[in-house]
């Protein structure tokens, strides 16, 4: 079974501050990777995914992920937020053995605030 | 294009009643999963049809959880009977079968049993 490790439950960023969101993952095999985000009252929605191939991958609005292999990683970046950043994000995983259609498996998510 | 819908978006019942969730997905998506958070915790996963069938329930907590989505379109959730444990927000999720890691989320209903 996998299980996905978000490291800070809380952060509050100024804006223009750059921004790095820890996911650690843990699973014996190959997973596909994903960063979903949630604004508030709305629906979460993908914000990017990893299968295979070029580990740094580009997303939406400006973030950014790294998929570090031999640190079981996959850290969320955006060099500069916006106010309108402001969202929780959840860093998940599924086994890549069911072809990337399984059910995710979810971190506890990240409440970002950023301040005017 | 209609995003994936929840009804209703609100339940309060007591402990010991019975509750449907009904979820309908974007037309044309035939997978569909349904997850689950408990207040501060995580998003969980319960299960997992393509079309109609159940590819995987491995997440439901027990028998007292019953998902079906009849004729592959929408899907229920009944919990009977329900108990204080089973308060949080229940989402539904659907993708595309040839864009199937793209999951598109529902808004959830929040559940509180009382």
């Known amino acids: 079974a996998q299980s996905v490790s978000q490291h800070n439950h809380h952060v509050i960023l100024s804006e223009a501050a750059s921004l790095e969101l820890g996911c650690n993952y843990s699973?014996?095999?190959?997973?596909?990777l994903f960063w979903y985000v949630q604004y508030p009252g709305q629906h979460l929605q993908l914000l990017l995914k990893?299968?295979?191939?070029?580990?740094l991958v580009k997303g939406i609005k400006g973030f950014e992920a790294e998929f570090i292999k031999s640190k079981f990683s996959f850290n969320l970046r955006k060099p500069s937020v916006q106010w309108s950043d402001t969202a929780e994000y959840f860093c998940?995983?599924?086994?890549?053995?069911?072809?990337?259609?399984?059910?995710?498996?979810f971190g506890k998510g990240t409440h970002l605030i950023i301040q005017p | 294009e209609a995003g994936v819908t929840q009804f209703p978006s609100h339940s309060v019942i007591e402990k010991g009643q019975t509750v449907t969730l009904r979820c309908d997905p974007i037309?044309?998506?035939?997978?569909l999963y349904w997850y689950r958070r408990v207040m501060g915790k995580e998003i969980k996963f319960l299960l997992h049809?393509?079309?109609?069938?159940?590819?995987?329930e491995s997440g439901m907590p027990n028998n007292r959880f019953l998902a079906e989505r009849t004729g592959g379109t929408y899907s229920t959730l009944k919990v009977q009977p329900a108990e204080l444990e089973d308060s949080g927000v229940y989402f539904c999720?659907?993708?595309?079968?040839?864009?199937?890691?793209?999951?598109?989320f529902g808004p959830g209903t929040r559940l509180t049993v009382t």
């Open positions: 049809f393509v079309k109609e069938s159940k590819q995987d």
């Open positions: 998940a995983v599924n086994a890549q053995v069911g072809g990337g259609a399984d059910g995710l498996t």
């Open positions: 999720a659907s993708s595309h079968w040839d864009r199937y890691y793209e999951q598109y």
């Open positions: 037309s044309g998506h035939d997978n």
């Open positions: 990893y299968f295979s191939g070029d580990p």
């Open positions: 699973y014996g095999g190959t997973v596909n």
